[in-house]
């Protein structure tokens, strides 16, 4: 295999065949991909390149391919986002407070891609500890959208938190990538860059090794550049593990059988109450357009309530931030990490997260400490636990007489670096059409629909019952041949 540009780009099945084929080998597929990933640094998206390592695991899937013991993923390489664990290989969670902190361990999702043979070119940039939406709190600096608005030469945000797995994907530096998804941090990013981004059923993919946010929300999934690439990162990312006491017991379907089956005859619901004052008439019209090209594919679409809705942004907003100042507690200077001296064990633990955590971290550390607080408690962190149980009832109603839901995924499309950092409730917004499904703890799928009047790419997104990915996939297939997405950001980087 000469040409190497032919080598990046693919999607990660032509890859899969291309390798399974014989056309080119792990080593050269790899080593095309770490040449483009040295010369997108301008985009930020990875903390760490691996190359070396890549190299050395490519070397050693072709030797698995030789003997005859492939692996779905074999020879594939793809890029991990920063909260996951890899033994000996830094992991930061986008903080400075992890410092060098390099696992002595393989997060168990990770380790089931390395299992089923894919290569590891590096780390992905995300916002820090996965709070954001637009990956500015990372303490490595944002990432950069590869895309960017028609004549414009202005940065985008690629969304967040995983805004380097979406930038990585959607500008060809990977065939795919890990990310996480604790209130729209898969579908967002994958909305704002034209790519795929599946958050599955709680528990389907193991939470062990994957840096804690929100623990009853955080969800990992994949962001990939077609539907069935999605689906086959997450059948080798999910299954039952003993180490996490909330992930599902169960096989794990072959979600990739999914894609291309009919959605002939499902019934879809779109959600009244999701037709926010103020959306953009550009995100209303995408939605309309993902209705339209669903009944031409002989579904059925109907009107459903979820009337408590309105309520999911700040219950939200009250729980992940709970849950985060009692996981992040653990960062005090002592066991790994950051370590600012003082005189006194109270003044270690205060330098220490003084220097270590960025301020929307503190900014939700503080107000996770004050909804638990004695005589706050009830007020507001058992009041946002009664509206989470009133959003999950909501979606048990609807899905009585729905097989899935089609929203948008964003309220917007990519904006500025800088643009929505002076008001933080403004960023938050940003998660009003996700933050519900985390909630409830159902599967939820972004795809891109189409692009908005400046070039940029608009997501939508389809929400399931708990375990039925499968149906997610089927309907995903037919909307993502129905809008027939083919564009691709013009390389500026
Ligand atoms: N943007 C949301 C937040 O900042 C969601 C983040 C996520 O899903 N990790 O909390």
Redesign the pocket.
């Given at each position: 295999m000469s040409d190497v540009s032919a080598l990046t780009g693919l999607t990660l099945k032509d890859a899969l065949a291309g390798l399974a084929e014989r056309r080119f080998s792990s080593e050269e597929i790899t080593r095309a991909h770490i040449g483009v990933v040295e010369a997108a640094r301008p985009l930020n998206a990875f903390v760490l390149e691996t190359p070396d390592l890549a190299l050395e695991m490519a070397r050693a899937s072709d030797a698995r391919r030789a003997s005859g013991d492939a692996g779905p993923l074999e020879g594939a390489p793809i890029g991990v986002k920063d909260l996951f664990c890899t033994k000996g290989v830094r992991s930061t969670a986008g903080s400075r407070i992890l410092g060098n902190f390099t696992p002595p361990y393989e997060s168990t999702v990770t380790a089931n891609l390395w299992r089923d043979g894919a290569v590891m070119l590096g780390k992905l940039n995300m916002?820090e500890f996965?709070?954001?939406?637009s990956n500015e709190t990372s303490a490595f600096g944002p990432v950069v959208n590869p895309w960017r608005a028609e004549g414009s030469n202005r940065d985008l945000t690629p969304g967040?938190?995983s805004g380097g797995s979406a930038a990585a994907v959607a500008a060809d530096l990977v065939l795919g990538a890990t990310a996480?998804?604790?209130?729209?941090?898969i579908r967002?990013p994958a909305s704002l860059t034209g790519t795929v981004g599946i958050k599955p059923t709680y528990g389907r993919c193991s939470r062990w090794g994957v840096v804690a946010?929100a623990s009853s929300l955080d969800q990992a999934g994949p962001i990939a550049r077609t539907v069935e690439d999605a689906a086959i990162l997450l059948r080798s990312m999910s299954g039952h593990d003993p180490k996490d006491s909330t992930s599902l017991p169960g096989d794990v379907p072959d979600f990739a059988a999914f894609v291309g089956r009919s959605p002939k005859g499902l019934r879809i619901g779109v959600p009244k109450e999701y037709r926010a004052n103020g959306m953009p008439p550009e995100i209303e019209a995408l939605w309309a357009q993902g209705v339209a090209w669903l009944k031409d594919a002989g579904c059925e679409v109907v009107e459903v309530s979820l009337p408590h809705t309105k309520y999911a942004l700040p219950a939200y907003y009250i729980i992940?931030p709970a849950e985060a100042s009692s996981n992040l507690a653990r960062y005090d200077g002592m066991r790994y990490g950051l370590r600012v001296d003082g005189s006194s064990l109270n003044e270690v633990y205060e330098e220490t997260r003084a220097a270590g955590f960025g301020d929307e971290v503190k900014r939700r550390i503080l107000i996770g400490t004050y909804v638990l607080s004695a005589g706050y408690y009830d007020a507001y962190y058992l009041k946002a636990q009664k509206v989470r149980r009133r959003i999950a009832d909501d979606f048990d109603a609807a899905f009585a007489g729905v097989d899935a839901l089609l929203t948008p995924t964003a309220p917007s499309a990519a904006f500025g670096l800088g643009e929505n950092n002076a008001d933080p409730v403004a960023m938050?917004l940003?998660?009003i059409f996700t933050v519900t499904v985390n909630l409830a703890g159902l599967p939820a799928l972004s795809l891109p629909g189409g692009l908005d009047s400046q070039g940029l790419p608009l997501g939508l997104q389809l929400i399931g019952r708990a375990l039925d990915e499968g149906t997610l996939f089927t309907i995903a297939g037919a909307l993502e041949k129905a809008a027939d997405f083919r564009a691709k950001p013009r390389r500026w980087w």
């Open positions: 916002d996965a709070m954001g939406s967040g938190s996480t998804d604790t209130g729209g941090s967002q946010f992940a938050y940003n998660d």
